[in-house]
């Protein structure tokens, strides 16, 4: 018998065969995004979807007249829980008061002269479905495309107090703490204006509570 020939040339590409079955679904992916917020002046999150309340809380601070301490508000939780071996009020410390609404006269704020010396709660609310969040000072509306979480008041520590405090948007129909109306000061929310002799009227009011509002997307 002869040797075996070489090899003949490749033959043509088949078709494509049916497609198997669909495999089984995998396991949920990593959430992609979220952000969290506080609305100031109320203890619920708003009815929107995908925000939730991570926590109701009190509103702290340090003292109008303290030169010291903190410079913002904090949204305090209603649930306090203290370390072990956590001992007596130490001689040196930084004290945290309560908050107080200081809207005054007749007409300031459509709904917040009702909480006059009222004390401020808070919510942390998360939103699991936006990532991103802004609050707009001057304004109550949303840019096209984000999502109001609430408006309301944009409000501060007064001019002339020692304190300084972050500008804060209270929401616009503000709750308070029950039983707390009694005047006891501590850390307070006044309304803000703009001031025309620094150049801001024109678009602004000098004689207008601002508004503000906060934004997810």
């Known amino acids: 018998d002869g040797l075996p020939g070489r090899d003949g040339p490749p033959g043509l590409k088949g078709v494509v065969g049916p497609s198997g079955p669909v495999g089984p679904t995998g396991p949920p992916g990593r959430n992609g995004g979220g952000v969290t917020y506080v609305r100031w002046g109320r203890k619920t999150c708003p009815l929107i979807s995908g925000t939730t309340l991570v926590y109701e809380g009190i509103v702290g601070g340090s003292f109008w007249q303290n030169t010291g301490g903190g410079a913002n508000y904090i949204c305090l939780t209603t649930e306090p829980a203290y370390q072990p071996g956590t001992g007596s009020a130490d001689a040196n410390y930084s004290p945290v008061y309560g908050a107080e609404y200081q809207t005054h006269r007749s007409g300031q704020g459509a709904g917040t002269l009702s909480v006059l010396d009222h004390n401020v709660p808070c919510a942390v609310c998360e939103v699991s479905t936006r990532s991103k969040h802004l609050m707009i000072p001057g304004t109550y509306i949303c840019p096209h ?61 000098g004689a207008m509570e601002l508004s503000c509002v906060v934004c997810t997307k």
Do not use: Q
């Open 145 to 205: 495309g984000w999502t109001t979480e609430y408006y309301g008041w944009l409000m501060a520590e007064y001019k002339d107090y020692k304190g300084r405090t972050m500008y804060t948007c209270v929401d616009r129909d503000p709750e308070s703490i029950d039983g707390s109306s009694t005047s006891t000061n501590g850390v307070l929310f006044y309304h803000t204006e703009a001031d025309c002799a620094t150049g801001l009227c024109g678009p602004y009011n």
